[in-house]
C-alpha cells in the first residue's frame, strides 16, 4: 500500500536531526549496502538506438513526468527523434511487460498511473525488464529511447543521463532511505549524470553541489487553468509530495475550500470519491485534481472532476537542444567508427 513522504525527510537545513531519522540511520546503511549488492550482479546490455534516462535521487516527486514529456516534445519539435518511445517499468502496475501501452484500454492498475498519461501523447513501453523493452520498442520502430527513471537500474546502458532535481526541495534532509529521501548518494549519482534537470527556483543551493562540468538545464511548471472567481474548489491529490500542487492551486488563485493529500500513487476507491463528492456538493464546490490522480479514478466518476494540465518549460530551449544534437550525433559517430 503507498505511504505518505514522511515530512522529516524534507526538513530544512536549519531545523534539528528528528528522533525518527536518528532511529532510521542503521536502516539506511543496510538499504546501501543491499542496493550495491543487488547492483553488482546485474549486467548492463546495449540496446542498437540511443538511450536517453531522465531519473532522479530521491523518492517522491522531483517533476521526472513532466520534464519527461517535454523532452519527447522537444526532441520531435528539432527533428531530433521521429518515433521517440518512452521506456517505463510501469511502477503500481500489475503487467511485467514488455507491453505497448494502449492509453484507451489499459488500464493504470495494468500499467502504472505515468505511463498511461504519457501514452496519451505518443508511444510508451513498460517493461520491468528494461533490455527486452528496448528490444520491443526497436521492433516497433523506436529510432530513440527516453528512459522514464531507471536511473539506478544499470541493466540497460544509457547514452546521456539526466538527473532532475526540484528547487524547492531539493535533495532533502540529504539522507539515504529510509532516514531520508534518496536512493542514493549526490556523489555517485554524479558520476552517471550528463546533465541536470533543475525545476523551479534554487532555493536550496542545488546548483553549488553539481560539478561546472555537467550543464544545468533551468525549467518551471506551468498550469495551463483559468480559474472562476465565482467558484469554490476543493483539491487532492496523492503524489510524493502532494502540498506542492496545494501551493499550485493557490498561485493560480482558486478559491480552496478544503484540501485533501493522499500517498503517492493512491488508488481511489468509490468510497474514496464519494466522501470527495458529497462534500463538494455540500459546499458547492468543484473537485479539482492532477492529470496523474485523474488516470487512478474510476471512469464513471471522472466527469465530475476538473483537472489541472501543466507543462514543463526550459528557461532556455535552444541551448538544450544544442546539447542533445550534440550528443546524438556523437553517439552516431561512436557506432560508425565501431568495428
Not at 508511444?123 to 533490455?131: G, T
Not at 480559474?227 to 500542487?245: Q, T
Not at 479539482?288 to 514543463?312: F, G, H, M, N
Amino acid at each position: 500500500m503507498p505511504l505518505k513522504t514522511p515530512a522529516f525527510w524534507y526538513r530544512s537545513a536549519d531545523r534539528p536531526t528528528t528522533a525518527t531519522e536518528i532511529a532510521l540511520t542503521p536502516f539506511s546503511w543496510i538499504y546501501e549496502a543491499g542496493r550495491k549488492i543487488r547492483n553488482s550482479g546485474i549486467k548492463t546490455e546495449k540496446a542498437n538506438i540511443p538511450v536517453l534516462c531522465v531519473g532522479n535521487i530521491v523518492s517522491g516527486g522531483s517533476g521526472k513526468t513532466p520534464a519527461v514529456r517535454a523532452l519527447r516534445e522537444l526532441l520531435r519539435a528539432n527533428n531530433l527523434s521521429k518515433t521517440p518511445f518512452i521506456l517505463s517499468r510501469g511502477y503500481g502496475g500489475t503487467l511485467p511487460g514488455p507491453v505497448l501501452v494502449d492509453h484507451d484500454t489499459h488500464r493504470f492498475s495494468e500499467v502504472g498511473d505515468e505511463p498511461l498519461l504519457l501514452a496519451k501523447e505518443g508511444q510508451v513501453i513498460i517493461s520491468r525488464n528494461r533490455p527486452e523493452g528496448a528490444k520491443i520498442a526497436e521492433r516497433f520502430g523506436a529510432d530513440l529511447i527516453l528512459m522514464d527513471d531507471g536511473f539506478q537500474n544499470p541493466s540497460l546502458k544509457k547514452n546521456v543521463s539526466f538527473l532532475v532535481i526540484d528547487g524547492s526541495s531539493g535533495l532533502g534532509n540529504g539522507k539515504l532511505l529510509p532516514a531520508g529521501p534518496l536512493r542514493e548518494p549526490l556523489n555517485e549519482a554524479l558520476e552517471r549524470t550528463d546533465a541536470a534537470i533543475l525545476i523551479g527556483e534554487d532555493e536550496r543551493g542545488i546548483k553549488n553541489k553539481i560539478p561546472a562540468h555537467i550543464p544545468v538545464f533551468g525549467a518551471s511548471i506551468k498550469p495551463h487553468l483559468t480559474p472562476d472567481p465565482h467558484k469554490n474548489y476543493i483539491g487532492f491529490a496523492g503524489l510524493g509530495r502532494p502540498e506542492k500542487f496545494k501551493k499550485t492551486l493557490e498561485d493560480c488563485g482558486l478559491k480552496l475550500t478544503a484540501f485533501y493529500a493522499f500517498a503517492d500513487h493512491h488508488p481511489y476507491t468509490d468510497g474514496d470519491m464519494q466522501k470527495l463528492l458529497q462534500e463538494a456538493n455540500l459546499k458547492k464546490a468543484v473537485l479539482i485534481t492532477t492529470e496523474k490522480d485523474w488516470v487512478r479514478i474510476s471512469e464513471i466518476r471522472r466527469s465530475q472532476i476538473q483537472t489541472l494540465p501543466i507543462a514543463l518549460e526550459w528557461s532556455a530551449p535552444e541551448r538544450l537542444t544544442d546539447f542533445l544534437s550534440n550528443a546524438l550525433e556523437n553517439i552516431t559517430s561512436k557506432k560508425a567508427r565501431a568495428p
